[in-house]
């Protein structure tokens, strides 16, 4: 108690007296940028999800070939999640004489749980947003379906055997990019018409679906209760399974956002190193009194510990309060930026993340100099020249190495990255190191051939040689993590635009008869679309693999049994293409025309579990085939050009009954005369990607914004580091300076002593964090987030401007007041 | 330190005087057991301070020893009355604030409890620490060059100080000191060089 209530007494005091003021900055701005990343990730995070909802028209999907149990409607309905149906069929749309086939999507009261619906009140009209779904006895279809069968909004359609009244235009769904299966043109009807279409009879083809919204916690629980209850067949999908494209944006952008967030924890870290070293120091003497007066260890430490404690708990509501409204403001900055709607409002997790994260760096990187301080013997009181015994080896490393380590484990949840992480901070810590070593050795060389600032400022560096080090390597790890987010940022952006290039084909096209291909194609160009490959599309069933039959086969993945019910699209192509990678075995070579030889997707390889050289068998339009896997390719699906899961080689199925496909970029704002081409070729389904596309953009976009806030913060954080390291001198400085001056340096000569010392640290520091920033941006740009790397040699000036200007400014601003203050005073005073 | 043995009787100030290097202040430190003695033993008021570890020594300390320094050694976060709390409050006494004050006063600080030792002159600082010093009625004071930092005037105002309250508190007193004055007052000189007492 008697410790406490010294602690909090001096804590008081000390504060006043302006003592620990910087010991609190530091930690408060580090946390505040800590929360402030928190915030705004898991407020852009929330809307990457929502986002990705959209597509889904739901958090949670749970899909069928089969009617699915009420029983987890009404689980979901206990559970306080939101729910509506689905079920979608294709079947063929009368207007009059004009038929087409076309997906039906009977949706019930509710849909879509996210996003909305667009529709127009004529064909191709202006899209507003629709309230509820298609009354009964209505439906609401796509502007091409009216096109196509010559129909308009008030007419009356035949769906099997009921007939209903076109009340709208369908412009757009949420859930229509979710699969590229659904190539016909849709038709929007309530479900409870459903019964009187009598298209779902026993044994039609049908996917039905549930949709689930709610709480993302609520939904998380739910989607395992689903797991654990769902039958055979049934498929649940949530927003990280709703479409390739999305799923990827999100992975990235989440470990590229934990990895920026572990930048700024160990800036952090960095930064209470630093300023728990400063007061020990500065507690040195109090300790050493305390204990002459009678204090015994443990009172002295628990002194120490409380104050800590008070300022780690201080730092973490004032940083907490900061980082909330920086992220605020923030938000109301980007709000221009932010293409839809508001954010969600933040939850508060981050603030308890920080407290944590604050504890756990101070237990990591403050308490061991504390045990040190209360080893301070007494006899200081009498010889100043006595200090703590040194810190042993171990205490020194293992607390800061296991709160590194876990706290990089926490944000990553990703042991090889972890490791690849820590591996890489180990090595570069170890290159700054031996950098600075490297600087302060070289030193005394220099110095017979400079002024006598520049002397004054190197023989700094020199001689405070452990500290010198210490310092190249903290303000080299602050500089390179800066340059490294920027490269990463670089190369991840123009990776995501390069994967997403403005002519990304935008029209596809199907069911082209053979017949009609050279006419088609000719059509097209003359339209203005320039046209992507023609692949030939053949439906067929897969039997066997090696001989077995598929009932008898498990599957390493849920899909794989997907892939193995339901007839697949099988092309063959001459060439792989340039979106096909081959990962193993080898393409077509001379000879292999009409072998029967296939090419599989790696998704293939890994959903149904085979190898090169096994042999599948297929049966295509009634005659059945053995092929052996040949080749192994990885995909590039977001090419938006026609892939396929299983190629054949040329000359097996071309005598196969079978249609073409393509894709074609036509330019915005240039008339797309994708009606006359409709027209003229009836029996082609045309399909427009563009609302895909702007879905896929807009996830993309946020992801984008989420990677810029994020570096703003670290951005901050870094300086902080900064500024913890110059203050952390500045006593030693303070007494120094006044020694000079006292005897005859000019005030000129020892500010710019000061200034060639900060100078030639940050430019050794610069250096070494360029260096540094090349190797780990490769690293991070191959391993971490497989994106293309490209060397850039402005990051080598960045880096020596960065350091040269940022420490020395830094160490200028900092040191300003030591130097002008009295020499008299300061001697006076004691350091 | 070589073959260094002596006695000091209760009540008795003490001078240990001697050139630089000569070992007073390590001979002041194994006295106070601020310090261990690698061979020999150190007794205070009949206990044995070379069997006790570093904490036992403290609270021997903490019940019967004061301490004065040429530096002056106040703790700057505190104010002047803190630090004269800070003594009794190690030591468990009831009354810490009214004791620290009175003590204050004695000294002539009465006026100036509130202020910090960064506010506070040179010789008003040694004032506090003696307050501080004697605030415990310690059984020893032990003084490290108490007037070293201060002017010829304060100094001597700070010396009357300390042998009142070593008349007034019967307490033995030892003090390292250059000033030939200072060590005159004292009842006993010890010489020491290279080590040893001459």
Same mark, same amino acid.
């Given at each position: 108690?008697r410790a406490?209530a010294l602690a909090l007494r001096s804590l008081s005091r000390e504060w006043?007296s302006g003592e620990l003021?910087?010991l609190?900055?530091?930690?408060?701005?580090?946390?505040?940028?800590?929360?402030?990343?928190?915030?705004?990730?898991?407020?852009?995070?929330?809307?990457?999800?929502?986002?990705?909802?959209?597509?889904?028209?739901?958090?949670?999907?749970?899909?069928?070939?089969?009617?699915?149990?009420?029983?987890?409607?009404?689980?979901?309905?206990?559970?306080?999640?939101?729910?509506?149906?689905?079920?979608?069929?294709?079947?063929?749309?009368?207007?009059?004489?004009?038929?087409?086939?076309?997906?039906?999507?009977?949706?019930?009261?509710?849909?879509?749980?996210?996003?909305?619906?667009?529709?127009?009140?004529?064909?191709?009209?202006?899209?507003?947003?629709?309230?509820?779904?298609?009354?009964?006895?209505?439906?609401?279809?796509?502007?091409?379906?009216?096109?196509?069968?010559?129909?308009?909004?008030?007419?009356?359609?035949?769906?099997?055997?009921?007939?209903?009244?076109?009340?709208?235009?369908?412009?757009?769904?949420?859930?229509?990019?979710?699969?590229?299966?659904?190539?016909?043109?849709?038709?929007?009807?309530?479900?409870?018409?459903?019964?009187?279409?009598?298209?779902?009879?026993?044994?039609?083809?049908?996917?039905?679906?549930?949709?689930?919204?709610?709480?993302?916690?609520?939904?998380?629980?739910?989607?395992?209760?689903?797991?654990?209850?769902?039958?055979?067949?049934?498929?649940?999908?949530?927003?990280?399974?709703?479409?390739?494209?999305?799923?990827?944006?999100?992975?990235?952008?989440?470990?590229?956002?934990?990895?920026?967030?572990?930048?700024?924890?160990?800036?952090?870290?960095?930064?209470?190193?630093?300023?728990a070293r400063r007061y020990v120091q500065r507690h040195l003497d109090s300790v050493a009194l305390l204990k002459t007066l009678g204090a015994t260890r443990a009172f002295t430490l628990t002194v120490s510990l409380a104050q800590l404690?008070?300022i780690?708990?201080?730092?973490?509501?004032?940083?907490?309060?900061?980082?909330?409204?920086?992220?605020?403001?923030?938000?109301?900055?980007?709000?221009?930026?932010?293409?839809?709607?508001?954010?969600?409002?933040?939850?508060?997790?981050?603030?308890?993340?920080?407290?944590?994260?604050?504890?756990?760096?101070?237990?990591?990187?403050?308490?061991?100099p504390l045990?040190q301080l209360a080893q301070v013997p007494a006899i200081r009181v009498l010889?100043r020249?006595v200090g703590p015994?040194?810190?042993?080896?171990?205490?020194?490393?293992?607390?800061?190495?296991?709160?590194?380590?876990?706290?990089?484990?926490?944000?990553?949840?990703?042991?090889?990255?972890?490791?690849?992480?820590?591996?890489?901070?180990?090595?570069?810590?170890?290159?700054?190191?031996?950098?600075?070593?490297?600087?302060?050795?070289?030193?005394?060389?220099?110095?017979?051939?400079?002024?006598?600032?520049?002397?004054?400022?190197?023989?700094?560096?020199?001689?405070?040689?452990?500290?010198?080090?210490?310092?190249?390597?903290?303000?080299?790890?602050?500089?390179?993590?800066?340059?490294?987010?920027?490269?990463?940022?670089?190369?991840?952006?123009?990776?995501?635009?390069?994967?997403?290039?403005?002519?990304?084909?935008?029209?596809?096209?199907?069911?082209?008869?053979?017949?009609?291909?050279?006419?088609?194609?000719?059509?097209?160009?003359?339209?203005?679309?320039?046209?992507?490959?023609?692949?030939?599309?053949?439906?067929?069933?897969?039997?066997?693999?090696?001989?077995?039959?598929?009932?008898?086969?498990?599957?390493?993945?849920?899909?794989?049994?997907?892939?193995?019910?339901?007839?697949?699209?099988?092309?063959?192509?001459?060439?792989?293409?340039?979106?096909?990678?081959?990962?193993?075995?080898?393409?077509?070579?001379?000879?292999?025309?009409?072998?029967?030889?296939?090419?599989?997707?790696?998704?293939?390889?890994?959903?149904?579990?085979?190898?090169?050289?096994?042999?599948?068998?297929?049966?295509?339009?009634?005659?059945?085939?053995?092929?052996?896997?040949?080749?192994?390719?990885?995909?590039?699906?977001?090419?938006?050009?026609?892939?396929?899961?299983?190629?054949?080689?040329?000359?097996?199925?071309?005598?196969?009954?079978?249609?073409?496909?393509?894709?074609?970029?036509?330019?915005?704002?240039?008339?797309?005369?994708?009606?006359?081409?409709?027209?003229?070729?009836?029996?082609?389904?045309?399909?427009?990607?563009?609302?895909?596309?702007?879905?896929?953009?807009?996830?993309?976009?946020?992801?984008?914004?989420?990677?810029?806030?994020?570096?703003?913060?670290?951005?901050?954080?870094?300086?902080?580091?900064?500024?913890?390291?110059?203050?952390?001198?500045?006593d030693?400085?303070?007494?120094?300076?006044?020694?000079?001056?006292?005897?005859?340096?000019?005030?000129?000569?020892?500010?710019?002593?000061?200034?060639?010392?900060?100078?030639?640290?940050?430019?050794?520091?610069?250096?070494?964090?360029?260096?540094?920033?090349?190797?780990?941006?490769?690293?991070?740009?191959?391993?971490?987030?497989?994106?293309?790397?490209?060397?850039?040699?402005?990051?080598?000036?960045?880096?020596?401007?960065?350091?040269?200007?940022?420490?020395?400014?830094?160490?200028?601003?900092?040191?300003?007041?030591?130097?002008?203050?009295?020499?008299?005073?300061?001697?006076?005073g004691g350091a | 330190?070589?073959?260094?043995?002596?006695?000091?009787?209760?009540?008795?100030?003490?001078?240990?005087?001697?050139?630089?290097?000569?070992?007073?202040?390590?001979?002041?430190?194994?006295?106070?057991?601020l310090?261990?003695?690698?061979?020999?033993?150190?007794?205070?008021?009949?206990?044995?301070?070379?069997?006790?570890?570093?904490?036992?020594?403290a609270?021997?300390r903490a019940?019967?020893?004061?301490f004065?320094f040429?530096a002056f050694h106040l703790i700057p976060a505190l104010t002047a009355?803190e630090n004269v709390m800070l003594p009794?409050e190690l030591?468990?006494?009831?009354?810490?604030? =009214?004791?620290?004050?009175?003590?204050?006063?004695?000294?002539? *600080?009465? @006026?100036? $409890? +509130?202020?910090y030792p960064r506010? #506070?002159?040179?010789?008003?600082q040694?004032?506090v620490a003696?307050?501080r010093?004697?605030?415990?009625?310690? =059984?020893?004071?032990?003084?490290?060059?108490?007037?070293?930092? *201060?002017? @010829?005037? $304060? +100094?001597?105002?700070?010396?009357? #100080?300390?042998?009142?309250?070593?008349?007034?508190?019967?307490?033995?007193?030892?003090?390292?000191?250059?000033?030939?004055?200072?060590?005159?007052?004292?009842?006993?000189?010890?010489?020491?060089?290279?080590?040893?007492?001459?």
């Amino acid at each position: 108690m008697r410790a406490l209530a010294l602690a909090l007494r001096s804590l008081s005091r000390e504060w006043r007296s302006g003592e620990l003021g910087v010991l609190l900055l530091a930690l408060a701005i580090a946390v505040s940028a800590l929360t402030a990343v928190g915030f705004v990730v898991s407020r852009v995070s929330a809307a990457v999800d929502l986002q990705a909802s959209e597509v889904l028209a739901a958090d949670l999907r749970l899909e069928s070939p089969s009617p699915l149990s009420t029983d987890y409607l009404v689980e979901a309905h206990r559970r306080g999640l939101l729910t509506a149906t689905s079920i979608g069929t294709l079947s063929v749309v009368f207007h009059g004489d004009a038929s087409q086939l076309t997906v039906i999507r009977a949706v019930s009261e509710g849909y879509p749980l996210r996003g909305t619906v667009q529709v127009a009140t004529s064909a191709f009209g202006v899209a507003t947003a629709a309230q509820g779904i298609p009354p009964p006895g209505e439906v609401w279809a796509e502007s091409r379906l009216l096109a196509m069968i010559d129909a308009k909004v008030g007419d009356a359609v035949s769906i099997g055997a009921a007939d209903l009244r076109v009340s709208r235009a369908l412009i757009s769904r949420p859930d229509q990019g979710s699969s590229f299966t659904e190539l016909a043109p849709a038709l929007l009807m309530n479900v409870a018409d459903l019964g009187s279409t009598q298209l779902i009879q026993p044994g039609s083809r049908a996917r039905h679906a549930q949709l689930f919204a709610g709480g993302r916690d609520a939904i998380a629980a739910f989607k395992a209760w689903l797991g654990a209850h769902k039958q055979r067949g049934e498929r649940i999908l949530d927003i990280t399974e709703s479409s390739p494209q999305v799923k990827s944006a999100i992975d990235r952008a989440g470990r590229f956002l934990g990895l920026a967030s572990l930048v700024a924890v160990l800036l952090c870290a960095i930064a209470v190193a630093m300023a728990a070293r400063r007061y020990v120091q500065r507690h040195l003497d109090s300790v050493a009194l305390l204990k002459t007066l009678g204090a015994t260890r443990a009172f002295t430490l628990t002194v120490s510990l409380a104050q800590l404690g008070l300022i780690a708990v201080a730092a973490a509501a004032v940083g907490a309060a900061l980082g909330y409204l920086a992220q605020a403001w923030l938000v109301i900055a980007l709000r221009d930026l932010l293409a839809v709607g508001n954010l969600p409002a933040p939850n508060l997790a981050p603030i308890v993340l920080a407290v944590i994260t604050a504890v756990a760096i101070l237990a990591g990187f403050a308490l061991p100099p504390l045990l040190q301080l209360a080893q301070v013997p007494a006899i200081r009181v009498l010889r100043r020249d006595v200090g703590p015994p040194r810190l042993a080896a171990w205490l020194a490393f293992w607390p800061a190495a296991i709160a590194v380590v876990g706290l990089i484990y926490w944000v990553v949840r990703d042991l090889a990255l972890l490791s690849g992480f820590v591996a890489g901070l180990a090595v570069f810590l170890a290159v700054l190191a031996l950098g600075g070593w490297l600087l302060v050795r070289l030193a005394g060389a220099l110095r017979g051939r400079v002024g006598v600032a520049w002397r004054y400022g190197i023989a700094n560096l020199a001689r405070r040689r452990a500290e010198s080090i210490v310092q190249v390597v903290a303000f080299g790890l602050g500089i390179m993590v800066l340059l490294l987010l920027a490269l990463v940022r670089r190369d991840l952006l123009e990776d995501w635009r390069a994967s997403l290039p403005a002519d990304v084909p935008n029209f596809f096209f199907i069911n082209i008869p053979p017949a009609e291909r050279t006419a088609f194609f000719d059509a097209l160009k003359d339209a203005g679309g320039e046209a992507t490959r023609a692949l030939p599309m053949i439906r067929g069933r897969m039997t066997a693999i090696n001989g077995r039959a598929l009932d008898d086969i498990v599957f390493p993945r849920e899909d794989g049994e997907g892939f193995a019910n339901r007839e697949q699209n099988l092309t063959w192509s001459t060439e792989p293409g340039a979106d096909n990678k081959i990962v193993a075995g080898h393409w077509w070579r001379p000879g292999d025309e009409g072998q029967p030889l296939v090419s599989i997707a790696t998704e293939y390889r890994d959903s149904v579990g085979l190898e090169l050289g096994d042999r599948i068998t297929f049966d295509v339009a009634g005659e059945a085939f053995t092929a052996t896997v040949a080749s192994i390719r990885e995909v590039k699906w977001d090419s938006f050009q026609p892939n396929f899961f299983l190629m054949f080689p040329p000359g097996l199925l071309d005598a196969t009954a079978g249609t073409w496909m393509t894709s074609a970029y036509f330019a915005p704002g240039a008339p797309r005369p994708i009606a006359q081409l409709v027209k003229r070729f009836p029996s082609v389904s045309v399909f427009d990607l563009d609302n895909i596309l702007a879905q896929v953009r807009g996830v993309i976009d946020k992801a984008a914004i989420a990677v810029q806030s994020v570096f703003i913060f670290t951005l901050f954080a870094g300086l902080t580091v900064l500024l913890a390291a110059v203050q952390a001198s500045r006593d030693e400085r303070r007494f120094e300076s006044a020694m000079l001056r006292t005897l005859g340096a000019s005030g000129g000569t020892v500010r710019a002593g000061v200034l060639a010392e900060f100078v030639t640290l940050g430019l050794l520091a610069g250096l070494l964090a360029a260096a540094g920033a090349s190797v780990a941006g490769f690293l991070v740009a191959r391993h971490v987030l497989d994106v293309h790397y490209s060397f850039d040699a402005r990051v080598w000036a960045w880096g020596l401007a960065a350091g040269a200007v940022l420490v020395a400014g830094g160490g200028w601003l900092a040191t300003r007041s030591v130097v002008r203050q009295s020499p008299l005073l300061t001697l006076r005073g004691g350091a | 330190m070589r073959d260094v043995s002596l006695a000091i009787a209760a009540g008795e100030s003490v001078a240990i005087v001697g050139p630089s290097g000569a070992g007073k202040s390590t001979l002041l430190a194994l006295l106070a057991g601020l310090d261990l003695p690698t061979a020999g033993r150190v007794r205070l008021g009949g206990t044995d301070l070379t069997s006790l570890d570093e904490d036992g020594r403290a609270r021997l300390r903490a019940e019967r020893v004061g301490f004065v320094f040429q530096a002056f050694h106040l703790i700057p976060a505190l104010t002047a009355l803190e630090n004269v709390m800070l003594p009794l409050e190690l030591a468990d006494r009831r009354d810490a604030h =009214a004791q620290a004050r009175q003590a204050l006063e004695r000294v002539g *600080l009465g @006026a100036r $409890t +509130g202020h910090y030792p960064r506010q #506070l002159s040179g010789g008003e600082q040694q004032r506090v620490a003696m307050a501080r010093a004697f605030v415990t009625r310690p =059984a020893v004071l032990f003084a490290d060059e108490p007037t070293g930092n *201060l002017d @010829a005037a $304060t +100094g001597a105002r700070v010396c009357d #100080l300390l042998f009142e309250m070593n008349r007034d508190l019967q307490t033995t007193v030892v003090l390292v000191t250059h000033d030939h004055a200072l060590a005159g007052r004292c009842t006993r000189a010890l010489h020491m060089d290279a080590g040893r007492l001459t």
